[in-house]
């Protein structure tokens, strides 16, 4: 009991003698960094971070997944020079570059690498990036060059077996080595996209068979319905393919229904509407 009570007064005393040191304690703990931003809407002035380039190309073939840049510049100031934030001009660029604000000590280089999804792009896509510090914003040009793959060229020993596979198994395409060329990644891809990799391969080949018709003149009346119907079952004894995971092939539903409204809207109807 005796002991208790002393001990606690002792840590009393203790805690008033050594009071003035706990004090400074928390005067010399490491500041947080709280960066001037007043600049970083400002035009960065010349002079402040070399950059290795401030618009760059690249070429890449219609179909690629991404396209990828890497900018690199010297803070060439005596001072530290902090980069504030990196604002892509679309939602399909993604930036990479240590956690903001990020301090460039003098003298010392940095890199920032970017990103564009190219999903659905076709010819020459230009992209920006604002890269703003506390002295300053800097715009940053992305241009990508997309070229269309090279047409595939069959002899025709390979569209004869081709088409052979086919009347013995019209879900052929799907398999195999004829998949390689056919079925090219169709996962996530809807609508025109998909259209492309997946159907304009047969039916709007210059040199296609003459069995494949062409699906802007067709003779029947159309709809949304009409159209995820063929793609959904093909047709049982001839070359087109059902395209439904249900029925074998490589399409979900949405996909499907993507693909029905696509064409629905950009082939209307060339025939009148049945009981008309
Ligand atoms: C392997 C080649 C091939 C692929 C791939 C293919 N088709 Fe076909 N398609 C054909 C052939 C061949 C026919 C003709 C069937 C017949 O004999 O009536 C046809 C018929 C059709 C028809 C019926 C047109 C009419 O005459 O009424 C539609 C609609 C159609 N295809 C849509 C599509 C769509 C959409 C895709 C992509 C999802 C696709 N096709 C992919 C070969 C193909
Ligand atoms: C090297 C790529 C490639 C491979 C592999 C390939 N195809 Fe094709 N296929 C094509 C192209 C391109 C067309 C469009 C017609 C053309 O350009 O000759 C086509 C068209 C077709 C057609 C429509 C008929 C026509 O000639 O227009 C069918 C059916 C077909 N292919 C089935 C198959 C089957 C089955 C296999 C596997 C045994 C296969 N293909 C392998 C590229 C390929």
């Not at 304690?25 to 380039?53: M, R």
């Not at 296609?208 to 319905?225: H, Q, S, Y």
Request: proline content about 8%; overall charge neutral; hydrophobic content about 40%.
């Amino acid at each position: 009991m005796y002991r208790t009570i002393f001990a606690v007064a002792a840590i009393f005393t203790a805690g008033i003698m050594f009071a003035p040191a706990q004090n400074s304690n928390t005067v010399t703990s490491a500041p947080v960094l709280v960066p001037d931003t007043t600049h970083q809407n400002d035009p960065l002035p010349d002079g402040v971070l070399a950059f290795d380039a401030t618009l760059k190309s690249v070429d890449a073939t219609e179909g690629d997944d991404f396209a990828r840049f890497t900018f690199s510049f010297t803070n060439v100031t005596p001072n530290i020079v902090t980069v504030l934030n990196v604002h892509p001009s679309c939602g399909c660029t993604t930036a990479e570059l240590p956690p903001v604000p990020w301090q460039l000590i003098p003298g010392t280089n940095g890199q920032m690498k970017l990103t564009v999804n190219l999903a659905g792009k076709t010819g020459t896509v230009f992209k920006t990036v604002d890269f703003s510090t506390d002295k300053g914003k800097k715009q940053l040009m992305l241009r990508i060059n997309l070229t269309p793959p090279p047409a595939i060229v069959m002899t025709e020993e390979q569209k004869a077996a081709g088409i052979a596979a086919s009347k013995l198994d019209r879900q052929a395409v799907f398999k195999g080595d004829c998949a390689s060329c056919h079925v090219k990644k169709v996962e996530g891809k809807f609508g025109q996209e998909l259209f492309k990799s997946t159907c304009a391969i047969c039916h709007e080949a210059a040199n296609r068979a003459t069995m494949v018709p062409d699906l802007a003149n067709l003779k029947v009346p159309t709809t949304e319905a009409f159209w995820r119907t063929w793609i959904t079952y093909g047709k049982p004894g001839s070359l087109m393919p059902s395209f439904a995971k249900s029925e074998g092939g490589p399409l979900d539903d949405i996909q499907i229904a993507s693909l029905a409204q696509y064409l629905n809207t950009i082939h209307p109807s060339q025939a009148p509407p049945v009981g008309n």
